[in-house]
């Protein structure tokens, strides 16, 4: 697991690795936050709120981004309740990086969009994940996109 800092306002990082801002209107809230996660909600819409989730984890030997993430995309293409869109290698504040673009369903055939980058830095796999529904999910995704512009490496 790791400890968040606050940094400045809603700039927030792991300790040792990256500062990130997330989208204006994003909010930190702990108490909703997945264990081990930094979680960023927007306002809700349509009985769900946008989020950012930032994680991290120890990466294996020899890991990769793209290696991790070609891993990713395997076993979701395997799940019944994910469709895959685009997927691939990129660059992320100078970090090789990996992109995974997705829809997942929900209950009640809700969809909700999704796009998980990931970035192996400092033997430690960093990912993002933005989620929105899928009907509305081309306002927080640009902002998603805006916001990793900001992305400092440690």
């Not at 989020?51 to 991290?56: D, E, F």
Request: aromatic share 10%; proline share 6%; glycine share 6%.
């Amino acid at each position: 697991m790791f400890a968040a800092c606050l940094v400045l306002a809603q700039t927030t990082g792991l300790p040792g690795l990256v500062k990130y801002t997330p989208p204006p209107g994003f909010k930190r809230d702990v108490k909703r936050a997945p264990e081990g996660r930094i979680a960023f909600f927007a306002p809700e819409k349509d009985n769900y709120s946008p989020s950012v989730m930032l994680k991290t984890y120890k990466a294996m030997p020899n890991q990769t981004a793209a290696s991790l993430g070609k891993d990713t995309v395997q076993a979701m293409s395997q799940a019944q309740d994910i469709k895959l869109h685009k997927y691939g290698e990129f660059t992320l504040a100078g970090k090789p990086a990996f992109s995974i673009r997705l829809d997942l369903k929900l209950y009640d055939d809700m969809k909700v969009a999704q796009r998980q980058i990931i970035v192996i830095h400092k033997g430690k796999a960093v990912i993002w994940t933005c989620s929105a529904l899928a009907k509305s999910s081309a306002v927080p995704m640009a902002a998603f996109e805006k916001s990793l512009k900001g992305v400092v490496w440690l």
